[in-house]
């Protein structure tokens, strides 16, 4: 499964509903590889406490994994 472009955001400069477009255009790509992992056996459950490890890691490094 090719991964499509993220949408880019309608404006170079912070504007009003920056954060929530970013969620949107991310959220869509969350949720291929969400599929894509169910797909290889992983279970909702699993990928979601994978997502939110990933997340509490990165507000204290740089890196994601």
Do not use: N
Request: hydrophobic share 40%; net charge negative.
């Amino acid at each position: 499964m090719a991964m499509q472009p993220i949408k880019e955001p309608r404006e170079k400069d912070d504007y009003a509903e920056r954060a929530l477009d970013c969620r949107e255009a991310i959220g869509a790509k969350v949720q291929q590889v969400t599929e894509a992992a169910m797909h290889a056996g992983w279970s909702r459950d699993e990928i979601k406490a994978a997502f939110i490890d990933i997340a509490e890691r990165w507000q204290t490094t740089d890196h994601i994994v």
